[in-house]
Nanobody, 123 residues
Framework: VQLVESGGGLVQAGGSLRLSCAAS????????IGWFRQAPGKEREGVSCITNSDGSTYYGDSVKGRFTISNDYAKNTVYLQMNSLKPEDTAVYYC?????????????????WGQGTQVTVSS
């Protein structure tokens, strides 16, 4: 099983980035894929998730209206489009896969994790 994030980088406040999470080694449609982030000195926070079986999506309160999660079944990839970025969005962003549930509230449901990609938003 492998989850590989990409697309992080440095962007000015108000800008946009699109993160990708390429999945392999499991049946993509059977899993929920979540995005989490961890800023220095802070606990990891749930950002968004998508249930691949039906496309249901969920967002954390801090990103609602600014971030959009989507998937591409042909590529076994989940995307996180991040718009109107703020300095407080700066963090390492991780994607994770859960066989049981799609949730941004409890990371213990997730079975597999990627290595993370750094997002830095300058003011």
């Amino acid at each position: 099983v492998q989850l590989v994030e990409s697309g992080g980088g440095l962007v000015q406040a108000g800008g946009s980035l699109r993160l990708s999470c390429a999945a392999s080694g499991f049946t993509f449609d059977d899993y929920g894929i979540g995005w989490f982030r961890q800023a220095p000195g802070k606990e990891r926070e749930g950002v968004s998730c998508i249930t691949n079986s039906d496309g249901s999506t969920y967002y954390g309160d801090s990103v609602k209206g600014r971030f959009t999660i989507s998937n591409d079944y042909a590529k076994n990839t989940v995307y996180l489009q991040m718009n109107s970025l703020k300095p407080e969005d700066t963090a390492v962003y991780y994607c994770a896969a859960s066989r049981i549930i799609c949730t941004v509230g409890d990371e213990t449901w997730y079975d597999y994790w990627g290595q993370g990609t750094q997002v830095t938003v300058s003011s």
